[in-house]
Nanobody
């Protein structure tokens, strides 16, 4: 069983930065792809970013490419999402996710965190 806990969310002005962290329990963290999805009020959940188990490959939604970076520290069982140049449209609940497949992670991951609010004011 994998448990995921997000931290680092909050309120920031447009143009600002936030770093989200996702701490994972369980010994299999290093063999899972990890990523982030988000859901804004009244909108469908959408893929944000993902990173392969080794960290060698990263994937981003077009809407965040060039502004967000994703990384992981397998020794600490922790994944990070650095969000720069934030926009009001980035406002959403952000969910940490894990799956053996990066492709499945983008749509229906095996494991989810409880989510954390990110609010970007204009």
């Amino acid at each position: 069983q994998v448990t995921l806990v997000e931290s680092g969310g909050g309120l920031v002005q447009a143009g600002g930065s936030l770093r989200l962290s996702c701490a994972a329990s369980g010994p299999i963290f290093s063999s899972y792809a990890m990523g982030w999805l988000r859901q804004a009020p009244g909108k469908e959940r959408e893929f944000v970013a993902a990173i392969s188990w080794s960290g060698a490959n990263t994937y981003f939604a077009d809407s965040v490419k060039g502004r967000f970076t994703i990384s992981r520290d397998n020794a600490k069982n922790t994944m990070y999402l650095q969000m720069n140049s934030l926009k009001p449209e980035d406002t959403a609940v952000y969910y940490c996710a894990a799956d053996t497949s990066v492709h499945l992670l983008r749509v229906l991951p095996d494991y989810w965190g409880q989510g954390i609010q990110v609010t970007v004011s204009s």
